[in-house]
């Protein structure tokens, strides 16, 4: 028998002018017979669509409207498929794509529909292979190393598709017994009807064979495998010399021995004397510096010498995942080349992305007590379990693309359910794994998220030394995770884990009643489920309620964008929610005592079944006071530097309206918190800085608090020859920002024409998704005739695919917003020409930018001058600093919002660019600074 166990199968692939069945029409058609003897068949054929194929059609496939003119049309194309198709049983990748234009084009035309059965490669792979990095085709023909000529050609995806097939199947095949018995299992109680058909092809297969074939040989590369550890633990010991760390950055530095680039750099000197003296007098250090100073370096080795000499761990913070990949994965690994000892460092996530093996256990044991998508979700989780080392979530792209919300929820790992050593799989638990190795590295790298939501060192444990880098977003950080919100989903959760009703009910009192085995406590257990039901109630009105009366008063079912408001006592909304909250409030109590009383009266657990359900009730207890004194907080929106908002649902039938608040000071916090216990910490960034001046950051991360002898700031400009490598360009012909519509237009022309004359890398940053949008609309089909490739947030894919295709194809335009001003790096020729459209002032009724503001005014301060426009020049910066990367980087950079020259504020904005700006009084002046410059 041939692949999946049958006489003839047919891999098949269609391109088509676009997405939509009904009104898109198929190019090409593309298939390959396999019969169970080996013969092969194959069906290649354009068909002429009678309309023009769309740019980014031709681009994707090289289809073109000249190759489809003598093309046959469908009506004579379909038939002849149909024919070749016979009763074979069909595989496709993605599938359900290529069916539903088989299917409709079957019906205009009035053919039988086929009703062959279907493979889909896509949906396979993502059982089979959870951690590839994507499940696409070229991803996967990689990955099995099976060839794909040309990608986007329908005769060539299908020979991969049955390529890929081919090696799932083996996979399929080689799968151990109780592996192949559980995920059978799981997928007939999650109904997943595609994948019972694959198990029982494979099912019928395997009773006839001896031996199962061994699984496919893969390309690792192409698989997520997360490595969290760097070297071995060590014990050796060096002499901590300032002399020696110098010498690292200095002509002959061992770093060049193994850097490329490596160039000595007055600033990253500096830099790393500073921290060197830091550490030795325990400072609270601030430094700026520029891009291209080298500053990873500039600290990682003061610090790792500091580490090894003091038997000291540091840990190391970053804001984006890209730069604690970036010293993880690069930094860290050429250091231990080049220092003369070994060090042991650790990359760490919060508990919540690991796996909880023991609350996975119980639902892999009773999948019934979930919904049926995430008894769909547990396939995945169950697929990947058996193979990852890491137990880190965020290995398995299948999961999390797909699953990840409330099965994770029950099955992540969570400090308060946690049994610890009562736990069954505590020796083999990832999060212990992770725990024991801390206390044996030297440097932690770290997020901002962990730092923060860790301040009591739960985690990380005892340290005294932190270096954080992209400083300019702890405070952004800190707002959010030192506040909170209470929703519907958040009671929900907590009520679930302690009880759920369901045909086969779930929550921590069943297994306890079920383990209990008498009826002893009965009486209470009813009362406790009434108290839940209760709840649920009480719940359900006062989050439907708040919903209601945020629609009376704030109309957010008319609004484009999800409403915030501030509130307070005053508010008409809270006045009107306020008597169902406090009804909330007493009848989350009332189960909070039973609760009490249940646990008193069942004494010292009996059994370790007992001993462990005991255990996680009263983690589910203390979740249920957390909860009840954070829904105290925003019932009492009383205190003065705390920020209390509500958001309305996002979809009109939804009650997931949110009471929130945040802490205005948090650098009271984390100086209290974090930096009296620290024996010395950096802050380092590109942009902490307003016009020389670290006033504003001092403040924000709560230096201010700290004795001012231990607080020292160090700017170092960038080592980029800016005034031959950028040209800052003012277009002072502009209308202002205020006139909306007619900057919209003249931004739209001007980028337009830019692009066209000179068809450059072309970066443009806005404000406003939806002055971005207008511009994206009116660029789109011009530049389609024109063969520029336009990628739009929100409109050309995940913002990782943006930025691959902007930097593959030179000749793009990008229009971003909020996440392109910051944090990406687009070297070379893919970016040339950087537009901002407009000063990134805060919105400036966002609750948290009003509260802030009202507080600056009530101590005599000035909101504008102190907090707001401080705001927008550190995103000003950042957006500037995309630009140029490296020495060799050359670009332009035009602002259009002439505020910039007109304006009193504007000159905090200037002094921060790195060289001064020219004006140019019309669009020709624009051009020709442009072909100066880049020609
Ligand atoms: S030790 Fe805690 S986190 Fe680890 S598996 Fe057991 S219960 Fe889960």
Known sequence: ???????????????????????????????????????????????????????????????????????????????????????????????????????????????????????????????????????????????????????????????????VAEKLWQKLLSLPEPLFDQLEELIFAAGASDLEFYWRLAREHRMFRENLPPPPKVNSDKLVVLQNELGEPTSESVDFDPDI???????????????????????????????????????????????????????????????????????????????????????????????????????????????????????????????SREREGLIYIASWISETESGDISENTSFINNFRYSLWEKVRADGHTCIGKLCPYYRDCFVYKIRRKISEAQMLIVNHALLISDLGGAILGDYSYLIVDEAHKLDVVAVELLGGEISIWRVKSVLDGIYKEAAVPSGVLSYIMTALGDQSLDEQFERIKANISFIRECADKFFSELALNMELIYHWQKQKYQVRKRYDYINPVYKSIKDRGDELIAALKSLYTELDIFIDNLGEPQNEELRKYFEELKGERAKLMELMDDLLVVLSPDEPDVVYWMESPTSPDSIDARLCWAPLDVGQVLNTELYERLGAAVFTSATLAIAEDFSYYLERLGLVYAPRERVRTLLLGSPYDYETQLRIVVTEFMPSPRELERFIDKTSALVRETSRKFRKG????????????????????????????????????????????????????????????????????????????????????????????????????????????????????????????????RGVLAILDKRIITMRYGEKFISSLPKKPEIAKSLDEVYQIVAEHLG
Request: hydrophobic residues 45%; charged residues 20%; glycine residues 8%.
């Open 762 to 889: 072309t970066m443009v940053l806005f404000t406003s998704h939806d002055s971005l949008r207008q511009i994206y609309e009116s660029l789109y089909y011009d530049f389609q005739q024109v063969g520029i490739k336009l990628l739009g947030q929100g409109f050309s894919g995940s913002l990782a695919a943006i930025s691959r295709t902007f930097i593959e194809d030179v000749e793009s335009v990008l229009l971003g917003t909020e996440s392109f001003w910051q944090g990406i790096d687009i070297p070379g020729k893919s970016l040339e020409l950087l537009i901002l459209t407009k000063l990134p002032f805060p919105v400036p009724d966002d609750p948290y930018i009003e509260a802030m503001s009202e507080r600056l005014q009530r101590c005599g301060r000035s909101p504008f001058e102190e907090f707001i426009v401080p705001q927008a020049v550190i995103r000003f910066r950042q957006g500037v600093g995309r630009l140029i990367r490296s020495e060799t980087d």
């Open 245 to 371: 760390v110098e010498a690292y950055f200095s002509e002959n530095s061992p770093l060049g021995t193994v850097l490329k680039n490596f160039k000595v750099r007055s600033q990253q000197q500096d830099m790393a004397a500073a921290v060197t003296q830091a550490f030795i007098d325990g400072e609270l250090l601030m430094v700026e510096a520029g891009t291209g100073v080298g500053k990873s370096f500039a600290y990682l080795v003061p610090a790792l010498f500091w580490s090894a000499a003091n038997g000291e761990k540091v840990v190391v913070s970053t804001y984006t995942k890209a730069l604690q990949e970036q010293l993880f994965f690069k930094d860290l690994p050429v250091l231990r080349k080049v220092l003369p000892f070994d060090f042991y460092a650790l990359l760490l996530k919060g508990k919540g992305n690991y796996i909880c093996l023991y609350r996975l256990e119980r639902y892999m044991r009773d999948p019934m007590s979930l919904t």
């Open 1 to 163: 028998m041939g692949i999946f166990g049958q006489k003839e199968v047919v891999a098949f692939d269609f391109e088509t002018t676009g997405v939509d069945p009904g009104f898109d029409r198929i190019i090409e058609i593309g298939a390959v017979k396999v019969f169970d003897d080996g013969r092969r068949e194959t069906f290649k054929r354009l068909v002429n669509p009678q309309r023009p194929v769309p740019f980014y059609v031709k681009q994707l496939t090289g289809i073109d409207d000249s190759m489809l003119s003598e093309a046959e049309p469908i009506e004579l194309v379909l038939p002849q498929f149909l024919d070749f198709l016979g009763d074979a049983l069909l595989i496709g990748h993605n599938v359900s794509f290529d069916l539903g234009f088989l299917f409709e084009n079957c019906r205009a035309l009035g053919l039988r529909i086929p009703r062959n059965r279907v493979v889909d490669t896509l949906s396979l792979a993502r059982v089979l292979y959870p951690t590839a990095v994507n499940h696409q085709l070229e991803t996967l023909a990689a990955l099995f190393e099976v060839e794909l000529v040309r990608a986007h050609r329908a005769y060539y995806d299908a020979l991969a598709t049955l390529g």
